[in-house]
């Protein structure tokens, strides 16, 4: 497995060693110990989470806090523009985002730690995106910060208004929102 950073050094993007023939391909989608050694991260994976969305849904930016979850995203049909927010106020990278498309030709995923908050916008005719997660869904700890945020500045490829759900229109500011310390 191939490991690139960044701007947001915890956060990390990997690229699996395919085989491929005429026949086809094959991967490891996730290593645990190839996971822990890239990331220094010793964690278990305890749920996992599948979404279908179509062209020009923009979920996010999600995050749990407390009971903070650790994302593992991959992208199993279409492409996103995946983005991640630093929101943990004693980091030297708090209010910062990064981005990296994600696609099912690509093959890459990402490494969201506790800590951050998450999102995408999906850019084919749909996508089908798998999350490995840290913790349990909890909804009472479930937040969202603006995916418009102007102090966040996030530079979503767009062509007119995302498609939204009602909770992600509900999305507040940075600086209202409920961080990490």
């Not at 490991?3 to 290593?31: I, K, Q």
């Not at 903070?68 to 049909?77: D, F, N, S, V, W």
């Not at 997660?133 to 969202?144: F, G, I, K, M, S």
Request: charged share 25%; with cysteine; aromatic share 10%.
């Amino acid at each position: 497995m191939k490991v690139s950073s960044t701007r947001l050094p915890e956060v990390l993007v990997m690229e699996p060693r395919v085989f491929g023939d005429e026949r086809g391909h094959f991967f490891e989608s996730h290593n645990q110990r190839e996971f822990e050694a890239a990331t220094g991260a010793r964690t278990t994976f305890v749920q996992d989470n599948q979404s279908r969305s179509k062209k020009n849904v923009l979920r996010g930016l999600h995050y749990q806090n407390p009971q903070a979850q650790g994302k593992l995203l991959r992208i199993l049909a279409g492409e996103v523009f995946d983005v991640v927010v630093d929101i943990r106020r004693s980091s030297p990278t708090f209010g910062q985002w990064s981005s990296v498309n994600l696609s099912a030709e690509n093959r890459l995923a990402i490494w969201v730690p506790p800590g951050f908050a998450h999102g995408f916008l999906v850019l084919s005719d749909y996508a089908e995106a798998l999350y490995k997660v840290t913790d349990v869904y909890a909804p009472q700890h479930e937040h969202c910060i603006a995916w418009n945020d102007p102090e966040l500045a996030i530079t979503w490829p767009l062509t007119g208004s995302p498609d939204l759900s009602a909770k992600d229109q509900r999305g507040k500011s940075l600086k209202d929102a409920e961080l990490f310390d």
